[in-house]
């Protein structure tokens, strides 16, 4: 069962979020040859004031 695990800084849409998500199900679906029921996406998304980047906390760009 490919369990993928995705860490992102917030800002994205619900649709986008799922939109990800099912194209990355199908990637592995296609380049894996698993069932699309075996396949686990999770999408972990980080406050922007909690993910520092070079010293800049994202939520300061």
């Keep these: 069962m490919p369990f993928i695990h995705v860490e992102l800084v917030e800002g994205r849409s619900e649709a986008q979020l799922k939109a990800m998500m099912s194209d990355i199900t199908d990637a592995v679906e296609k380049n894996i ?3 699309r029921s075996a396949i686990k ?6 406050h922007a ?6 010293g800049t906390l994202r939520s300061e760009k």
């Design 33 to 35: 040859g698993v069932p």
């Design 49 to 54: 004031d909690r993910f520092m980047d070079g």
């Design 41 to 46: 996406v999770m999408v972990n998304e980080l």
